[in-house]
Structures are given as structure tokens and as C-alpha cells.
């Protein structure tokens, strides 16, 4: 079946360092995918999201990038704060762009 | 405007226990997803309404139900409850409809309700 997998289950930054967090994912027929921040006591927040007919999309101080030839995408974060610290998840839909597959998260840490 | 907002928002039961959570979507989203999120599974989609019926469903037990009411608020049930149903239960809801920019169906997610089975 599907699925979407994350490279690093934690990830630790400098402050004002960027951040790149990877994901990948197996379903060839996925068309959309997004990406969600989730801070600790709190539900998932929307980042950004992409469409597969495009390879680049860029947010404020956010960047996705998708390579459909190797079913990876990775979200950037410039100049990451400590506001940034949270789990990252992608996600991607599954026939309907409101029933996502999700990955397993990344914890992202921005050292002071 | 208001967010997401699901009740209660902590909850404790025994097992065989049933218990029933509520959402109410942003004012105008017409469609209410719930996910479970548990840290060995992660998040996984439970189902999805849409004009008080339900669009589509994971692979959970038929002891895992919702329901939608004509305000598209919705309520999602567990009947007997077992341990491994502790969990973060999300709700979130979205706009239904051609998109006309990016992000305008994403779904917006309440806090979730953190149900604890004893």
C-alpha cells in the first residue's frame, strides 16, 4: 500500500540557520501534498502545500520541493527561529484532497 | 474568525467503556475529517463528512463511527473501549469546492481530544 516516510525522526538547528527536513513517499498516483507543522498541546498546522504539476513552491521563509522522478519532497525553512521547534509532517492525499496519508513526523529542535 | 473547536478536550474512561467527541468546523466548511494520532501509528484518517454523510473512511473497526449534523457539526463514537484507543483524536474541517487558490481545501485541525483508556 501507500505510505510516506520521513528520513530523520529529529533534526536540530542553529538558530538563524536553515532547515531542510525530507520526506518520501511510494504512491507513484499521488498529486498533492502538503505539509503541517504541529506544536506540542496543539492540532496540526497548515505550511504549505504543492501540486504535481509543479517541482518548486515558496511560502514565507518556507520552500517545498518536489522530485516526482525519485518520490521525494522536502520542505525549507530560511532563517529558522526558535518559534520553528515543532513536529514536521508531510503528508499526501489518497484520492481526495481531504483524506491524507501522513508521514511519521520529524521533530525539529532550533538551538539558541 | 473561530477555529476548529472540538470538545472535550481531555477525557479518561475504563475499557468497555463508549465515549463521544464533538467538532465544530469554521463557520462555512461544509466538510469534517478525524484523524487518530498515536505516537506508534501516527496519524491516520478515521473519516470524512460531508452534507451530514459520511464521503469517506479508514481502516478502523465498525467500533469507530461519526455522524454530521445539518450545521456540519459532527461527533465521532467508540463503543467498547479498548486500551489501545488512547489516543489524539483530531478533527478538522475544509472548504468544499473548486479550489480557487492553493491552501483553499487544505484542512484546518482543531487541538483534538485526548482520550485516555484505563
Known amino acids: 500500500g501507500e505510505s510516506v516516510g520521513l528520513h530523520l525522526p529529529t533534526l536540530s538547528v542553529q538558530e538563524g540557520d536553515n532547515s531542510i527536513i525530507n520526506c518520501a513517499y511510494s504512491?507513484?498516483?499521488?498529486?498533492?501534498f502538503i505539509w503541517y507543522k504541529q506544536e506540542s498541546g496543539k492540532g496540526p498546522q497548515f505550511i504549505i502545500d504543492i501540486r504535481s504539476n509543479m517541482d518548486k513552491r515558496q511560502g514565507q521563509r518556507v520552500t517545498v520541493l518536489l522530485n516526482k522522478t525519485v518520490k521525494h519532497l522536502s520542505l525549507q525553512i530560511a532563517a529558522t527561529q526558535p518559534g520553528d521547534s515543532a513536529v514536521y509532517f508531510c503528508a499526501e492525499n489518497s484520492g481526495s484532497a481531504r483524506q491524507l496519508t501522513f508521514g511519521s513526523g520529524t521533530q525539529l529542535t532550533v538551538l539558541p | 474568525k473561530a477555529g476548529v473547536t472540538q470538545t472535550p478536550r481531555y477525557l479518561i474512561k475504563t475499557r468497555g467503556q463508549q465515549v463521544t467527541l464533538s467538532c465544530s468546523p469554521i463557520s462555512g466548511h461544509r466538510s469534517v475529517s478525524w484523524y487518530q494520532q498515536t505516537p506508534g501509528q501516527g496519524l491516520q484518517f478515521l473519516f470524512e463528512?460531508?452534507?451530514?454523510?459520511?464521503?469517506n473512511k479508514g481502516n478502523f473497526p465498525g467500533r469507530f463511527s461519526g455522524r454530521q449534523f445539518s450545521n456540519s457539526r459532527s461527533e465521532m463514537n467508540v463503543s467498547t473501549l479498548e486500551l489501545g484507543d488512547s489516543a489524539l483524536y483530531l478533527c478538522?474541517?475544509?472548504?468544499?469546492?473548486?479550489?480557487?487558490?492553493?491552501?483553499?481545501?487544505?484542512?484546518?485541525f482543531g487541538a483534538g481530544s485526548r482520550l485516555t483508556v484505563l
Open positions: 478538522a474541517s475544509s472548504l468544499v469546492g473548486p479550489a480557487t487558490r492553493s491552501g483553499a481545501n487544505v484542512l484546518t
Open positions: 463528512y460531508f452534507s451530514e454523510t459520511q464521503r
Open positions: 504512491n507513484s498516483a499521488s498529486d498533492y
